[in-house]
């Protein structure tokens, strides 16, 4: 199995030290001859959605992987890579592949000061450790996706289809559990 980390800005390379943890092969997606290779899932991981909106177009990344989203290679996208993915983004006109049926609301948390740690169910998983900074949240989900986590009455973690997203940094702790769970949705065992 081989997962391409997008790595133009964000915290791509805590992805790439969980997976590596996990026995994961991985490598760094920076430019668009970098996806000429086959590989098996994607990560979107956090950092500044709109400043990886602009590099995706500006390095002709965009369009390749938007369509591979659509065609259904598995997508990971925490924090900014949740923004990426949704159809819908309450403050923000911007939006980037708008590939998943969820409308989400960016800085919900408020700045930097706003952000914070705990500890909350994800279903199939059961309780892991969940670190928000400048987090967005999931207002709503629409169509069959189904929501996996909840913290303070609000959605922190969805799926549809071959789209996961989670508004928290999973790989900001040593659990793996979440990022497992990616690798059964690319065996096709979850």
Do not use: W
């Given at each position: 199995?081989k ?6 800005q ?6 790439e030290?969980?997976?590596?943890k996990?026995g994961?092969?991985?490598?760094e997606?920076?430019q668009?001859?970098?996806?000429k290779?086959s590989?098996d899932?994607?990560?979107l ?9 602009k590099l ?17 290679i598995?997508?990971?996208g ?9 159809k819908?983004?309450?403050?923000d006109?911007r939006?980037?592949f708008a590939?998943?049926?969820i409308?989400a609301?960016?800085n919900?948390y408020g700045?930097?000061?706003g ?9 199939g998983?059961?309780?892991i450790?969940m670190?928000?900074?400048r987090?967005?949240?999931i207002?709503?989900?629409?169509s069959?996706t ?5 913290v303070d009455?609000?959605i ?6 071959n789209k996961l ?6 790989e900001?702790?040593?659990?793996t559990?979440?990022?497992?769970y ?9």
């Amino acid at each position: 199995m081989k997962v391409g980390i997008l790595a133009l800005q964000g915290a791509f390379i805590e992805h790439e030290k969980i997976l590596e943890k996990v026995g994961v092969d991985i490598f760094e997606i920076r430019q668009k001859e970098d996806i000429k290779d086959s590989f098996d899932g994607l990560i979107l991981p956090g950092g500044e959605s709109t400043v990886m909106g602009k590099l995706l177009h500006d390095l002709e990344l965009f369009n390749p992987l938007q369509a591979m989203i659509f065609e259904g290679i598995p997508v990971f996208g925490t924090c900014a890579g949740l923004l990426l993915l949704a159809k819908e983004i309450i403050n923000d006109n911007r939006l980037h592949f708008a590939a998943m049926d969820i409308s989400a609301k960016r800085n919900a948390y408020g700045r930097q000061l706003g952000s914070f740690y705990t500890e909350e169910e994800f279903k199939g998983i059961g309780k892991i450790p969940m670190t928000f900074i400048r987090a967005p949240y999931i207002e709503s989900v629409q169509s069959d996706t189904e929501v996996l986590a909840v913290v303070d009455n609000q959605i922190v973690a969805a799926k549809q289809k071959n789209k996961l997203v989670t508004s928290f940094h999973p790989e900001l702790n040593q659990d793996t559990a979440v990022h497992e769970y990616f690798i059964k949705m690319i065996e096709g065992k979850n």
